[in-house]
């Protein structure tokens, strides 16, 4: 399986594709794609690094793993297909955001115009089993994603990290809090947004005016 992934990400991270781990990585991807219906698309696994290339990020929103069910996931956290029915995540990520910014809720859960804005929406693993979430975990995405936040907290600064829940938040110890914004809340799915731990985060408008503060244009969410 090739990693079809944008040249400017290779430069960061070609050290990183010669390591063991990750050729075993990649040879359990293969065999799981060759053997089981997985997603996303073997085309569209990297997709978040060809939407927002390293040069370009200045948001990094950290989702888990992707949907798995047929004709949502397309290699961006959160986001679906066109098509697609809004997942319930997705329709709370909407209603904070008509909070936070009066932003109507789109008819779309298609995200890759965030992407392209230069968010990058990784979710910490890249590939799933139809129908078996968390089912590609353990594997050596979780490490290869690590990499991928130490070497943004690393090399740029005065990016956003949006960490929404548990596993996300744990991803922050790899990020330098004197040179980025970290923020932090509960996940949007509706289990934790009924408990209170997701509406009312006003992260958009956040990220925007840090964006702003720091000679960056802000996010047209």
């Keep these: 399986m090739k990693v079809n992934i944008h040249p400017s990400w290779i ?3 070609e050290t990183e594709f010669k390591k063991p781990y990750f050729k075993d990585l990649i040879e359990f991807v293969k065999e799981e794609y060759d053997q089981n219906t997985c997603f996303p698309d073997s085309d569209n696994i990297f997709e978040a690094f060809n939407r927002a290339t390293f040069d370009r990020v200045k948001v990094v929103i950290l989702g888990q793993d ?7 996931a397309h290699g961006l956290c959160f986001s679906v297909l066109p098509n697609a ?5 997705l329709k709370n990520i909407y209603k904070e955001l008509e909070t936070d910014l009066g932003k109507p809720i789109p008819a779309t859960g298609n995200l890759e115009h965030w992407a392209n804005q230069g968010v990058l929406m990784l ?5 799933v089993r139809a129908h078996e979430a968390g089912s590609h975990t353990k594997k050596g995405w979780e490490e ?3 990499k991928v936040i130490e070497i943004i907290s690393a090399k740029k600064e005065n990016v956003v990290f949006l960490l929404w829940g548990g596993p996300a ?10 040179k980025h914004l970290i923020l932090t809340s509960g996940h949007p799915s509706p289990l934790s ?7 009312g985060n006003r992260h958009f408008s956040i990220t925007n005016n840090y964006l702003v503060e720091n ?7």
Excluded: C, M, V
């Design 169 to 178: 938040k744990k991803k922050g110890a790899k990020i330098d809090p004197s």
């Design 11 to 13: 430069n960061e991270l």
């Design 215 to 221: 000679g960056k244009e802000p996010i047209d969410w």
């Design 144 to 146: 290869f994603t690590d």
């Design 85 to 89: 029915k809004l997942p319930p995540s």
């Design 193 to 199: 947004a009924i408990r209170g731990y997701w509406f």
């Design 66 to 72: 992707p949907y798995h069910g047929p004709g949502q």
């Design 123 to 127: 979710n910490a693993i890249l590939t």
